[in-house]
Each structure stands twice: as structure tokens, then as C-alpha cells.
């Protein structure tokens, strides 16, 4: 399924049910007295968060949302129902903007719920206007309308891991060995157009879109996918050694980070150095390694086809993982 982090959608809450005027009939009595009952109120739209990054992609289809209306009162004295509640499921990370109010709602953790819209109150039947001065009052309301908004809904997503350096760095290749998460590789810029996730023992791992010179201004596929990095925890930054000076491709990266927000800068970092398996001269490879390490202290030069520098870079990953949830 299409990976989505963008939808705008409509929703309206429950409308409430009309009061009544409805009267007793007695033994004797035709028309007694007032027994019309009050409307339910109308169902309140609540978002909770979720662990399913691609909801958004399965409401592509359905854009509208209405709450349940409160039932209209009845005679007897009887309330209507309330209409129940309606929940919106949506990814952790999402961020839902009301574009009437402008308020930004952040959902950040697992099971997080916010009320978004309120229900109309329900209308008062005739009964509740009994008086001593009116004895039988006819007058009913109706109910209330429920609130209604747009909503523009995106994701920031909330991984362990990022996988993140210039097009064609290898990241999918790498997220599919670490995790056999299946995401499109080609031999060509922007293979990736969407973040790819993948489980690697209970950790998170996304591969970023390729970055490129200008990025955090728009360029390319621009600051749309640089917002994901934020709230990952490591980054793993791939730098292929077709790159005639791995210093310069790191540094335009790091540039890019720094420029759309600073605190990237400060999270944790480990440099791959990919595709050795198409040099033959390994002096060269470590030289690169050597390099690097006095720009970076973690440096691991890696094949996708070696099992044994997979097995080293998934342990490490994991390893620091786990240092950062300690």
C-alpha cells in the first residue's frame, strides 16, 4: 500500500435531536399534561493516535466524516439517544490542523485522544418548559448543529532509525537487509519517493527520500520528506564511495539537515560507506574510512551482499537504539 503523509478531510460532528411536544393521555383526559421529551445530543469527533503509518492511505477514498445525530425525544417524558461517539484513527505523528481556527493538534504518542468537534446539544421538549406559570407549554426546540471543519492531516513519522543521504546512496537497499521491508531499489536518483519503514527486532527503521543541495529550500523533493527525520531518534547516513570525496557528500547532507532545522545536527549518528563490493582496490576503502572517522567517530564501510558487515551494522543500529530508550 501507498505510503500517504498528507490529506486534507472533512468532519462534521453529530447534529442534536429535536425536542418534542408530546402530552399525556390519561383515563378520562384526552390531552393532559406537557410529556415531550428532550433530543439526545449529538456525537462528539474525538482523533486517537495509532501504530499504522499507512491509514491515511486507506481514507484516500473516504474524505468525509459525520458523527452520529442524537435521537429526536419522544413522548412519555423519554430523552432521545445520544448519538455515540465517533473516533478517527490516525497514524502516530500526525499533525491535524483545523483550517476554520487554524489550531494544530499534535498526536504524539501511542493511544493519544483529543476531542476535535462537538456535538450539538440536544433540543428541549415541551416538558421542560412546565411552569407554575405555564402549566402546559407547547413549546419544543430543536436540536443544535454539530461543529464541522476541514482538516489538513500530515505525518511527521516516529521512527528509531533514519536512513537518510544523497539519491542513489543505497538506503533501500540497506532498509530491505536489515529488515526485509521489499522497498524499490533502482540504479538511478529518486528511486525513493516516499519513506519506506521497516521492523528490525521491534525497532523502527525509515528510509528518507535521497537529499540534494537545496532540499531544506524546496529543491528537489525538497523539505516535503525532511520533516520525517525530525522526530527520529538515530541517523544512519549513507554515503555510496562512487561519490569521488565521501567528505563532500557527507558535508551537503549534514548542510541540508542543519539548515531546515539545527537540533538534527545534535541527534546521534552513524556514517555507512556503501557499495564496496564494486572496488576491488580495498586500500582505497579504508582510506575513505580513515577519513571519514576524523569527520565522524562511527564509520562502517559495507556490501548489501556482505551477510557479515550486515550483521555488524544491524547489531550496532540496535546497540545504540538502545543506549537512546535507556
Same mark, same amino acid.
Given at each position: 500500500?501507498?505510503?500517504?503523509?498528507?490529506?486534507?478531510?472533512?468532519?462534521?460532528?453529530?447534529? $442534536?435531536?429535536?425536542?418534542?411536544?408530546?402530552?399525556?393521555? =390519561?383515563?378520562?383526559?384526552?390531552?393532559?399534561?406537557?410529556?415531550?421529551?428532550?433530543?439526545?445530543? $449529538?456525537?462528539?469527533?474525538?482523533?486517537?493516535?495509532?501504530?499504522?503509518?499507512?491509514?491515511?492511505?486507506?481514507?484516500?477514498? %473516504?474524505?468525509?466524516?459525520? &458523527?452520529?445525530?442524537?435521537?429526536?425525544?419522544? &413522548?412519555?417524558?423519554?430523552?432521545? %439517544?445520544? $448519538?455515540?461517539?465517533?473516533?478517527?484513527?490516525?497514524?502516530? &505523528?500526525?499533525? !491535524?490542523?483545523?483550517?476554520?481556527?487554524?489550531?494544530?493538534?499534535?498526536?504524539?504518542?501511542?493511544? =493519544?485522544?483529543?476531542? !476535535?468537534?462537538?456535538?450539538?446539544?440536544?433540543?428541549?421538549?415541551? =416538558?421542560?418548559?412546565?411552569?407554575?406559570? !405555564?402549566?402546559?407549554?407547547?413549546?419544543?426546540?430543536?436540536?443544535?448543529?454539530?461543529?464541522?471543519?476541514?482538516?489538513?492531516?500530515?505525518? =511527521?513519522?516516529?521512527?528509531?532509525?533514519?536512513?537518510?543521504?544523497?539519491?542513489?546512496?543505497? %538506503?533501500s537497499s540497506l532498509l530491505n537487509e536489515l529488515t526485509r521491508a521489499n522497498a524499490k531499489t533502482g540504479n538511478y536518483p529518486f528511486t525513493t519517493l516516499e519513506p519506506n519503514l521497516g521492523d528490525c527486532f521491534g525497532y523502527i527503521i525509515a528510509d528518507i527520500p535521497g537529499l540534494i543541495e537545496g532540499s531544506s529550500g524546496g529543491k528537489g523533493l525538497g523539505h516535503k520528506f525532511l520533516r520525517h527525520i525530525k522526530r527520529t531518534k538515530i541517523l544512519a547516513h549513507l554515503i555510496s564511495l562512487e561519490n569521488e570525496d565521501p567528505a563532500v557528500a557527507y558535508n551537503t547532507v549534514r548542510k541540508e539537515l542543519g539548515n531546515f532545522d539545527p537540533e538534527l545536527l545534535s541527534k546521534k549518528e552513524i556514517v555507512l560507506l556503501t557499495k564496496t563490493d564494486i572496488f576491488n582496490n580495498k586500500e582505497m576503502i579504508r582510506a575513505a574510512v580513515r577519513k571519514m572517522k576524523k569527520i565522524a567517530p562511527s564509520v562502517i564501510a559495507l556490501s548489501i551482499y556482505d551477510d557479515a558487515a550486515i550483521k555488524e551494522v544491524r547489531e550496532m543500529l540496535i546497540g545504540m537504539a538502545n543506549e537512546k530508550s535507556a
Open positions: 500500500m501507498a505510503f500517504v503523509d498528507e490529506l486534507k478531510i472533512f468532519v462534521k460532528a453529530g447534529d $442534536g435531536g429535536n425536542g418534542v411536544a408530546r402530552w399525556r393521555h =390519561e383515563k378520562n383526559m384526552n390531552l393532559g399534561g406537557p410529556s415531550g421529551g428532550n433530543g439526545g445530543n $449529538g456525537a462528539d469527533v474525538y482523533v486517537r493516535a495509532v501504530r499504522d503509518t499507512h491509514l491515511l492511505a486507506r481514507y484516500r477514498a %473516504k474524505r468525509e466524516f459525520r &458523527g452520529e445525530s442524537g435521537v429526536d425525544g419522544k &413522548g412519555r417524558s423519554l430523552y432521545g %439517544k445520544d $448519538g455515540d461517539t465517533m473516533e478517527i484513527l490516525l497514524p502516530v &505523528g500526525s499533525i !491535524i490542523t483545523n483550517l476554520k481556527t487554524r489550531k494544530k493538534i499534535f498526536l504524539r504518542k501511542e493511544n =493519544e485522544r483529543v476531542l !476535535i468537534l462537538l456535538g450539538g446539544k440536544g433540543g428541549r421538549g415541551n =416538558e421542560s418548559f412546565k411552569s407554575s406559570r !405555564i402549566p402546559s407549554p407547547k413549546k419544543w426546540t430543536p436540536g443544535k448543529p454539530g461543529e464541522e471543519a476541514e482538516f489538513f492531516i500530515e505525518v =511527521e513519522l516516529i521512527a528509531d532509525i533514519g536512513l537518510v543521504g544523497l539519491p542513489n546512496a543505497g %538506503k
